[in-house]
């Protein structure tokens, strides 16, 4: 079965920037897309990026510009790249997996996605 490991949250100030990490193991990495989702106290979990088989790069408008995923796929990990953090950007990161059979889907809502990490802290102050 499909494992996921998040790391890399942490505690920053607004301006800063994080890396996260997803590292994958238990089946075949290239046959599944990875998508970033967050989720703040007292909110439903939110997209916020993804990346297809083929590496293709999706992020939502809140963090388009400022957030960036990139695939590796030699360690079969998936960073998200955090740049200009704003407060509002304070939740649990979790990253989640799905095997597809295109190499260019990608897909935002969390019930797409069976095998998920079990988050990283990110929180950043004003």
């Known amino acids: 079965q499909v494992q996921l490991q998040e790391s890399g949250g942490g505690l920053v100030q607004s301006g800063e920037s994080l890396r996260l990490a997803c590292i994958f193991s238990?089946?075949?990495?290239?046959?599944?897309?990875v998508a970033w989702f967050r989720q703040a106290p007292g909110k439903d979990r939110e997209f916020v990026a993804a990346?297809?088989?083929?590496?293709?790069?999706v992020s939502a408008k809140s963090v388009e510009g400022r957030f960036r995923t990139v695939r590796d796929d030699a360690a079969n990990t998936v960073f998200l790249q955090m740049n200009s953090l704003k407060p509002e950007d304070t939740a649990v990161y979790y990253c989640?997996?799905?095997?597809?059979?295109?190499?260019?889907?990608?897909?935002?809502?969390?019930?797409?996605?069976?095998?998920w990490g079990q988050g990283t802290q990110v929180t950043v102050s004003s």
């Open positions: 989640a997996a799905r095997a597809e059979a295109s190499e260019h889907v990608i897909r935002a809502l969390p019930n797409d996605y069976a095998s």
């Open positions: 238990g089946r075949s990495f290239s046959n599944y897309a």
């Open positions: 990346v297809s088989r083929n590496g293709g790069p």
